[in-house]
């Protein structure tokens, strides 16, 4: 089995402590890590080796001209949660890449969003046994109704890390 990442030992020692700490603590580390996340408000419930699930409120900061969450915004909730799943997976010395990201704007958002991603046991045996390849990250995005705003294809492909001079 490949060597884990710095993230994936992180997160696991962070998912031991109780919700009401692990929450938290993993929204500022990945807000502080993804900087865009941070300043868009990309909240944690849950992130574990199968599914993250991430929420962004409809505040000020992120919201268009008619009151919903941006598109640019949902488009980041996505490509967080997508990535967080993603990331948690890879081995260490692994660079994970966006290699595809193709939003389709399907109705007005309505309140907050939620988006929940995950990887099938397959795609993530393929990450820690190939040097480099890609996988397509299933997330859903629904807003305060129940709803999905957008649908999205994520494609992440890993290739190995160039060694540090």
Known sequence: MAQPSLLNLAVTRINHLPAAFRRPLISSIFGFAVRFAGTGGVRFER???LCAILHM???RKVRNHIGGIHAAAM???AESATGAVFGL???AGKLPL???MHIDYVRR???DLRAEATLEVEQRML???EERGDVTVAVRVTDANGEEPITCRMVWAWIPEKPKT
Request: glycine fraction near 4%.
């Open 57 to 59: 409120s409809n505040r």
């Open 98 to 100: 966006l290699k595809t």
């Open 75 to 77: 488009a980041l909730l």
């Open 109 to 111: 958002a309505h309140g």
């Open 47 to 49: 992130l574990d080796e």
């Open 89 to 91: 997976n890879l081995p």
């Open 127 to 129: 990450m820690q046994n």
